[in-house]
């Protein structure tokens, strides 16, 4: 459990706070982070720690976005959708969930 919180939260709070200062002080630059469809709603396929994680990071880019945007600064979140690494009865049952056109 702890190696999703550390990597997917931890990893962007230290990254970004390793960088901001001089970031703010060009007055000109981005940061940027992923996310993911888990980070944004719940899903049931036992990812409630990861997805709390990445909902953590992308919380706090959007509190950062607003505190160095006078600055010059933009910071974003780029929230990535499925991805083809799951088994493929996992995938048919996602896909369910999802409203298709004809």
Excluded: Q
């Excluded at 950062?64 to 088994?87: F, H, K, Q, Y």
């Amino acid at each position: 459990m702890g190696r999703y919180i550390s990597v997917n939260f931890y990893g962007v709070l230290n990254c970004t706070k390793a960088v901001l200062n001089g970031i703010c002080d060009r007055g000109w630059e981005r940061v940027i982070t992923i996310s993911s469809e888990a980070g944004r709603s719940g899903l049931d396929i036992n990812v409630s720690v990861y997805g709390a994680a990445k909902a953590g990071a992308a919380h706090l880019l959007r509190h950062i976005a607003r505190e160095v945007g006078p600055l010059g600064v933009t910071a974003n979140v780029i929230s990535l959708g499925l991805m083809d690494n799951v088994p493929a009865s996992l995938l048919i049952a996602l896909l369910k969930r999802f409203p298709l056109a004809p």
